[in-house]
């Protein structure tokens, strides 16, 4: 059975600095890797996702991730973090078999971004 | 466009009463999911159709879940003699296509349902 880790339930860091958002997963094959933000009363909304090819996937907002296959990993990045990057992130992960596989969400981690 | 609407946003009920939940997806997506969040949890896979039909409902907890999508647009997310560990939001998403599953999912604001 897949499953997806998100280590830390909450990361703080300060405005202006990096950040980082991890997220572990279990899966047979190469999956597909998505991460998805919610904001305070607002539905989940798509960052970016890492189906084939280069290993660093840039998306919404500034975000990007890095696959790391050997490390089973996909932790989200930003260079220079917001305060309005303030919410709770999920990574989500699915088999990459053909047809229909459900997607799996990790327990997400709340990011605080201190001005 | 239109995003994923999802009513009622807030249905407040007693125990053991019947619940429906509705969801309107996006224009051409063919796709629809159910979710369920609890408080500190991520989404909950509940039921997916494909079209009309729920092509996976594995994730509903027990036979008082039931949902329908009878036009293959609009969905309904019944539950029946709710218990209060029904507590949470429900959520809805839509996408392109489901097979080939690397369209990102779009979701709802949810619906949080509280049983009294």
């Known amino acids: 059975a897949q499953s997806v880790a998100q280590p830390e339930d909450q990361v703080n860091v300060a405005e202006g600095n990096p950040l980082t958002v991890k997220c572990t997963y279990s899966v047979s094959g190469n999956p597909y890797l998505f991460w998805y933000v919610q904001y305070p009363n607002r539905g989940l909304q798509f960052l970016l996702k890492y189906i084939t090819g280069d290993n660093l996937v840039k998306g919404s907002y500034g975000f990007e991730a890095e696959f790391n296959k050997s490390q089973t990993s996909f932790h989200l990045k930003k260079p220079s973090a917001l305060v309005s990057d303030s919410a709770l992130y999920f990574c989500?992960?699915?088999?990459?078999?053909?047809?229909?596989?459900?997607?799996?969400f990790g327990t997400g981690t709340k990011l605080q971004v201190i001005p | 466009g239109a995003g994923v609407s999802q009513t009622p946003s807030n249905k407040v009920t007693e125990k053991g009463k019947y619940v429906e939940l509705r969801c309107d997806p996006i224009?051409?997506?063919?796709?629809l999911y159910w979710y369920r969040q609890s408080l500190g949890q991520g989404p909950e896979f509940l039921i997916y159709?494909?079209?009309?039909?729920?092509?996976?409902d594995s994730g509903l907890p027990n036979d008082r879940f039931f949902a329908v999508r009878p036009e293959g647009s609009v969905s309904t997310l019944k539950i029946q003699r709710t218990e209060r560990g029904d507590s949470a939001v429900y959520l809805c998403?839509?996408?392109?296509?489901?097979?080939?599953?690397?369209?990102?999912?779009?979701f709802g604001p949810g619906t949080r349902l509280t049983v009294l």
């Open positions: 989500a992960v699915r088999p990459p078999t053909g047809g229909y596989q459900k997607v799996t």
């Open positions: 224009s051409g997506h063919t796709a």
């Open positions: 159709f494909q079209g009309t039909g729920a092509a996976d």
């Open positions: 998403a839509s996408s392109l296509q489901g097979g080939s599953g690397y369209n990102e999912q779009f």
